[in-house]
């Protein structure tokens, strides 16, 4: 069975921690699965404010008892993996073992919060961050000493504690269709969530692509995004787990949102 998460911008309406813990404890009452939210430092206009993912899902983690709860997707390389870390054993813990880590590359192209900000704009050179990023925190959730040196962080013999609830945290690994890498990054850790779809082949063409490397699907969630009211059947018979809905930041209005909440996921 196909699971449903709400999946909202933190953009305006939508940038303020109360408003979206509320709006979160309304989507466990309608039934949903999980709660999503964006991680950006600034969007194009005309939107203007915008709220910082972390601190709103620590308050959607105290409104919420079931939901799974993440970031989709954090832009891992513009963070310190080691502040990182502390970040999701932290909200890991204040959810009792419900966070779920999306993580990708993010790209300058949708707001330049990488060329505005001072942040490194190759993609090749954020993906090594990535890569070395999730070392460390496997690592670190692991409870074992972490020595790391890499070519872009340092981690010199610091155990962390305390663990994830469950030992570790799971990972989803975002990338567009039809790129391989991003799919071989994603099939060594727990889902793998192709943005941006236009067809059901495209879901179908992605489980190939991740059962070929795992050799298995098992414990592997393959997640979707799509504009509510759209027929997920198709999708969930190409092998989607979980659907995100996916509002438009431009149209984004707090009512339709609440409305979209209320009805309850499609089943």
């Known amino acids: 069975m196909m699971l ?3 999946w909202v911008p933190l953009f305006d309406e939508l940038a303020d921690p109360l408003v979206v813990a509320r709006l979160a404890a309304s989507a ?10 964006w991680d950006q430092l600034w969007w194009r206009p005309p939107i203007s404010a915008v709220a910082d993912p972390w601190i709103t899902l620590a308050a ?16 891992v390389a513009r963070r310190r993996p080691v502040k990182l870390l502390r970040e999701t054993t932290t909200l890991d813990v204040l ?31 954020r993906a090594e961050q990535l890569d070395e990023c999730l070392e460390i925190l496997t690592a670190g959730w692991s409870g074992e000493t972490v020595d790391h040196r890499g070519k872009h962080y340092l981690v010199d013999s ?50 190939a692509a991740v059962s070929a490397e795992r ?11 799509l504009p509510p009211s ?24 707090l009512a339709d949102v609440q409305d979209v909440v209320r009805s309850g996921p499609p089943r």
């Open 4 to 6: 449903h998460a709400v």
């Open 28 to 37: 466990e009452e309608a039934g949903w699965d999980g709660f999503f939210v």
């Open 60 to 75: 959607v983690a105290v409104a919420t008892e079931r939901l799974r709860i993440g970031p989709m997707v954090t832009p």
């Open 95 to 125: 959810s009792n073992g419900r966070l779920t880590f999306g993580v990708g590359l993010g790209g300058d192209r949708f707001a330049g919060e990488f060329s505005r900000s001072g942040d490194e704009t190759d993609d090749r050179v």
């Open 158 to 207: 610091v155990r962390f504690e305390p663990r994830p609830v469950n030992g570790r945290i799971p990972i989803w690994g975002a990338g567009f269709p039809g790129n391989l890498k991003p799919i071989r990054r994603a099939a060594r850790y727990d889902g793998y969530f192709p943005v941006n779809l236009t067809s059901p082949d495209q879901v179908a063409s992605a489980v």
């Open 215 to 225: 050799g298995s699907l098992d414990g592997f969630d393959m997640v979707i995004a």
């Open 230 to 253: 759209t027929d997920v059947r198709p999708y969930a018979a190409a092998g989607a787990t979980w659907c995100l809905t996916d509002f438009d930041p431009a149209a984004l209005r």
